[in-house]
């Protein structure tokens, strides 16, 4: 089991920055993909960005490419989500999630079926 704690969120005017992070206990971290997913009012869940168990892959959608980075540092089990340039459109609840892949640690997973772990989730608020 694989335990998830998000923070960082916050209220941010349009054109900021604000760096999340998700801290994970329970198992070897550098096992485990991640992601980052986020949900706006009255929107499904979408995946905002993912990386590989090694590190050395990732995946940014497409309105969030150039703006956000994502990363890990394994030595402290956790991972980040640095986002600049912010928008009102990027306001949401942003979650962080993990997928065990000691197997398949080039690949990352943007689909949010194909994670069981799933933090609590943390609000960005982005005003105009």
């Known amino acids: 089991q694989v335990q998830l704690v998000e923070s960082g969120g916050g209220l941010v005017q349009a054109g900021g920055s604000v760096r999340l992070s998700c801290a994970a206990s329970g198992r070897t971290f550098s096992d485990y993909a991640m992601g980052w997913f986020r949900q706006a009012p009255g929107k499904e869940r979408e995946s905002v960005a993912a990386m590989s168990a090694n590190g050395g892959s990732t995946y940014y959608e497409d309105s969030v490419k150039g703006r956000f980075a994502i990363s890990r540092d394994n030595a402290k089990n956790t991972m980040y989500l640095e986002m600049n340039s912010l928008k009102p459109e990027d306001t949401a609840v942003y979650y962080c999630?993990?997928?065990?892949?000691?197997?398949?640690?080039?690949?990352?997973?943007?689909?949010?079926?194909?994670?069981?772990?799933w933090g609590q989730g943390t609000q960005v608020t982005v005003s105009p």
């Open positions: 999630a993990a997928r065990f892949a000691a197997y398949r640690r080039g690949n990352y997973y943007s689909m949010s079926e194909s994670y069981a772990y």
